[in-house]
């Protein structure tokens, strides 16, 4: 039995399959919970304009720090790692790992977020 329902966000709309809104369970539903608090945190859109590194750091540990204060993730295990394909030199495309109580790994492109 799922712990957490939510209907899924997709493209900004509702997510529906033939006539009826797709449901999602339990670690979508926090993926989906914590992809939303980024965005409306605004800290990716800032990253986005900064140059300067050592703040571009300190909005990667605000976003950390937004994500830890969600119940269902244990604190201290979120971490952010750039993708190593970026050809930017790890500025664009960021991976949020956490640690969730119920249901192990969490992994999130906050890519989807902006």
Known sequence: MSKYFDIQIKDDD???SGNQAVIITDLDVIAQDLI????ESGYLVEMIAERSD????????????????????????????????????GRGRWTLHALTYDFGDLALSLEETV
């Open 14 to 16: 509702l997510a529906v």
């Open 36 to 39: 939303h608090a980024i965005r």
């Open 54 to 89: 050592e703040r571009q750091k300190l909005l990667l540990l605000k976003i950390e720090l937004l994500a830890e204060d969600d119940e269902r993730i244990v604190p201290g295990t979120v971490t952010i790692t750039a993708s190593p394909d970026n050809f930017t030199g």
